[in-house]
């Protein structure tokens, strides 16, 4: 038996059972609060996740005991700071599968990914002409940085669409690729619409013609196993923050042999192997791309929260967080007046939705009255709302923590909007 | 409801949203300037015709897209400032900014008249710039500066 939305029961109840959302969900001191009045029911991972204590506590016990800086100094609080940093970076590597830790550049987040790739790999290798394939569901940081090397360098930027359901249009990409393509960078999971993209077939694709690939993995990285190698992905950028880590702190992988290659992008102290007036010898990586002090506190609490996916595993949590938004889709799907912005076959925990009754803005108020937090507006890709031809939608994202009571509550709020607006 | 949702959204104000006075462009407009909240994508674009002899607004329309508080907000706009100087819009549009900033102020209510049911945006600090847009478009307009934004 299948519902309308073509689900299977049995298996919906089985990815329910795949983790233990309502045990996980005590690790996040945060969510144990009233807000108005109302327990809080947080919907808003794809903005940023909520940090589980033992992240919270790698970061207060490395203020506390180990603070120091890092690569510099041969005193015992220098040396454990600087095992904890690169413990954290080899954390990381084996996260994403990656083939060596040296490949793993902290960055701030994955907009600093993005543009750290533009600008250095750009500038050096792009010529007037050029194209670079985006696609049309990209967030505003997998944009602009091409967009402002386009007026640098004179490099066009290929967009591919996709259909209403939120699919990229394979085949367009496809005959996009040409002689002119010197890279192409997409969305793994689109922020505004959950779609989860064909990047291993897209980087296939590419490779066959020689076009190295850029993976904004923000959305995908907290919620699915991600094997760069698997992948065949060039460069990947995330961020802590949307993983259950810090603010501040992101990664930017990438093969060794092209970031070997590539110029530095900020310099500074860290970065080099010797300097005099005359020239500067730059430092191997991940120094190289990592100049002035770091942000030793965000690493270290970035790999407690790598750790604490990987003891629960991203697998499982992939699977529970597919039955939950299918769960969600369906209720949401089902309240007359709303519609799904999104749905795709393959797309994960983000409901993005628009209501007749009601602009996304005051969807957003009411449902904070009743301790809900949810995104409204055009989460960073207005291209995406312009496709829709809609201005703003509001947004539920699911995290690990989420239980099919939060989405109760939600469409209880909804009705509620309905009340209010009529 | 709780109290201070019914204190945002008053029945009143949900009416303006449902069908908003003079939602339409203005013949023979001597003014015009476009709005927008980047934020949330809120636009709107409104048109006067100003009185060459008298500098008094003889008619006033909008046109456009938002949320209930920026549709309503610029519907009451529309009403309040049909017949008005540019030195009586200033003085509006400054008692309008306390009404929604300064949770103590002594208003006029008398000048403020039907914008007062938007008093309870000052509760909502996010929801401000909704209200504010359709007024910071008419300076924009009067100034002739073509657009404005609430960033």
Not at chain 1, 56 to 77: M, Q
Not at chain 1, 178 to 197: E, I, K, P, W, Y
Not at chain 2, 54 to 72: E, K
Request: some cysteine; hydrophobic content about 40%; glycine content about 10%.
């Amino acid at each position: 038996m299948t519902t309308a939305t073509g689900q299977n029961p049995a298996a919906l109840a089985d990815g329910l059972n795949a983790i233990d959302a309502h045990r996980l969900r005590r690790d996040f001191p945060i969510l144990n609060q009233e807000i108005n009045g109302q327990p809080l029911v947080y919907l808003d991972s794809a903005a940023t996740t909520q940090k589980p204590q033992v992240v919270i506590d790698a970061i207060v016990d490395y203020y506390t005991r180990n603070n120091a800086n890092v690569h510099r100094g041969v005193h015992t609080l220098s040396q454990r700071a600087t095992d904890d940093y690169e413990r954290a970076r080899e954390a990381v590597r084996r996260f994403i599968n990656a083939p060596e830790s040296c490949e793993v550049i902290y960055v701030r987040g994955t907009t600093e990914g993005l543009n750290l790739v533009a600008s250095s790999y750009g500038r050096k290798y792009f010529k007037p002409g050029d194209e670079v394939i985006v696609t049309g569901m990209e967030h505003h940081s997998n944009i602009v940085p091409w967009q402002i090397l386009g007026k640098e360098i004179g490099v066009k930027l290929r967009v591919v669409p996709f259909n209403d359901d939120g699919e990229l249009l394979l085949d367009q990409f496809e005959s996009m690729l040409g002689d002119r393509t010197r890279m192409v960078s997409v969305v793994h999971q689109s922020n505004a619409l959950g779609t989860v993209n064909p990047v291993k077939t897209m980087a296939s694709l590419a490779h066959a013609r020689g076009v190295p690939v850029m993976l904004d993995a923000a959305q995908s990285i907290p919620h699915m196993p991600i094997d760069v190698q698997d992948l065949g992905a060039d460069f990947v950028a995330f961020s802590g923050h949307k993983m259950y880590g810090p603010t501040g702190i992101g990664v930017l992988w990438g093969r060794a042999e092209l970031l070997d290659a590539m110029p530095p992008y900020q310099s500074g102290g860290e970065m080099i192997r010797s300097v005099t007036f005359e020239e500067t010898i730059y430092n191997d990586l991940p120094a190289k791309f990592e100049a002035g002090t770091p942000d030793i506190a965000g690493a270290i609490g970035l790999g407690a929260a790598v750790e604490y996916l990987e003891a629960i595993g991203m697998a499982r949590i992939a699977r529970y967080e597919h039955a939950l938004m299918r769960y969600g889709a369906e209720r949401l799907g089902s309240i007359a007046g709303v519609r799904l912005v999104g749905t795709a076959a393959n797309k994960g925990g983000v409901l993005s939705f628009i209501m007749d009754a009601a602009h996304a803005h005051d969807i957003g108020t009411i449902l904070d009255a009743a301790g809900i937090a949810v995104r409204t507006g055009h989460h960073c890709a207005q291209p995406v709302m312009a496709r829709y031809e809609i201005s703003a939608t509001a947004r539920a994202s699911l995290g690990l923590y989420n239980t099919t009571d939060d989405i109760d509550a939600l469409v209880k709020a909804i009705d509620r909007v309905i009340e209010v607006f009529g | 409801m709780t109290s201070d949702l019914s204190d945002l959204y008053q029945e009143i104000l949900l009416e303006h949203n449902r069908r908003p006075r003079n939602f339409r462009t203005v013949d023979g407009a001597t003014h015009q300037a476009d709005g927008f909240n980047p934020l949330c994508g809120d636009q709107i674009s409104l048109q006067l015709k100003v009185n060459g002899a008298t500098g008094h607004i003889d008619d006033v329309g909008f046109q456009g897209h938002g949320c209930a508080i920026s549709r309503a907000s610029a519907s009451l706009l529309t009403q309040t400032i049909k017949g008005a100087s540019g030195t009586d819009v200033a003085t509006l549009f400054d008692e309008f900014h306390r009404m929604l900033t300064e949770p103590d102020a002594e208003l006029d209510l008398d000048l403020l008249g039907d914008l007062e049911m938007l008093s309870g945006v000052i509760a909502y600090p996010t929801r401000i710039k909704c209200a504010i847009l359709a007024w910071h478009t008419l300076k924009a307009a009067l100034d002739g500066d073509g657009t404005a934004t609430t960033e």
